[in-house]
């Protein structure tokens, strides 16, 4: 059978909290006739998603022919993460679709390679296009998958932009500390909950969100957590919305993120365009663009529990807000979309 190229732009999605504002966004900003976005699984509508927005749901199991059929047809197929190993399998036998596949890389999908199926391995050496803004993950799958396609740099989703928030931090007492953004092992609370340990007799109060991930894990932290610090360690477990946790981080005093690997990025560019101060591993992609773009972060092999100097935190602050902006973000996209 015979398929006739449409001019579409195909997006294939599993459903995270990043997609409907970046479907709002494409919609408010681009023409959407041009737009189909593919959400793999079952319907449901949560993150912000409705049913009025312009999206179709496509069962992985038995509608796989209907979604050959729009990536065979589409302009560019934008696969937003490489999550679905059935997905994964359909590239692989017909590696020519993957010369119009651009991938928006989320760091979990290609990070540790020798946990990845040999399949996407294949899959990610022999990808057209690869999405993201932080160049060295790009680097990390030339020398890890042997990639070899283009380089296509994009802030991926809205989440990501600088924005002034109007909001006045809470007095407190107390130093406020963040760790991590999730209940997933990489943020390694154990790890950042022992070098705090020192301080637990201080006046203090650490912080982990918890709502978003791995159930079990989150139980392990919060017992930890509350082992060392009492009732100075508050889990966060239920998600918050989004005015609710811009207030949250707009009354942290000091963020700790020991991800080893691209990670939390929204939160950690809000943070900084609050002027706060972050530690975060030396040894990472998200460190060396940091550095690049003139943002001083701290390393989490030394902290200190003092507050960021507010010359320096206005210069991030600065510094973050030229750089993650709603003007750049839409040059990338107008770039990607259009670009033959």
């Known amino acids: 059978m015979a398929f006739v190229e449409t001019g579409m732009i195909v997006h294939v999605i599993v459903l995270d909290k990043f997609l409907p504002s970046f479907i709002d966004f494409v919609s408010k900003h681009f023409d959407i006739t041009k737009h189909r976005f593919i959400f793999i699984g079952k319907p449901e509508y949560k993150y912000g998603l409705t049913i009025n927005h312009p999206v179709e749901w496509i069962d992985k199991k038995t509608k796989v022919f209907r979604l050959l059929r729009y990536m065979y047809e589409a302009k560019k197929i934008i696969l937003h ?200 591993r030396k040894d990472t992609t998200p460190w060396e663009l940091f550095e690049k773009i003139g943002v001083k972060v701290f390393d989490v092999e030394n902290i200190r529990l003092e507050t960021i100097d507010k010359n320096l935190g206005s210069k991030n602050r600065k510094r973050i807000e030229e750089y993650f902006s709603e003007a750049n973000y839409l040059k990338q996209l107008k770039k990607l979309f259009e670009e033959e």
């Open 81 to 280: 993460g490489l999550w679905v190993e059935r997905i994964n399998q359909l590239l692989f036998i017909q590696p020519w679709l993957l010369k119009k596949c651009y991938w928006v890389m989320w760091g979990g999908d290609f990070y540790f390679p020798e946990q990845q199926s040999w399949i996407k391995k294949k899959v990610i050496k022999k990808m057209g296009h690869f999405i993201t803004y932080v160049k060295g993950d790009y680097e990390l799958t030339q020398k890890w998958y042997r990639a070899k396609g283009e380089y296509h740099e994009c802030f991926m989703y809205p989440s990501n932009l600088y924005k002034e928030y109007d909001v006045k931090s809470k007095k407190h007492t107390t130093l406020n500390i963040l760790v991590g953004n999730s209940a997933t092992d990489t943020n390694n609370h154990r790890e950042i909950f022992n070098k705090l340990e020192k301080y637990k007799n201080e006046n203090i109060q650490i912080f982990a969100p918890l709502s978003y991930g791995d159930e079990n894990y989150a139980k392990e932290v919060i017992a930890y957590g509350k082992r060392l610090f009492g009732d100075k360690f508050v889990p966060l477990t239920d998600f918050m919305a989004f005015e609710k946790y811009i207030e949250f981080l707009s009354s942290i005093d000091i963020a700790i993120f020991a991800h080893n690997r691209q990670q939390a990025m929204g939160t950690i560019i809000t943070l900084l365009g609050m002027g706060k101060k972050v530690y975060m």
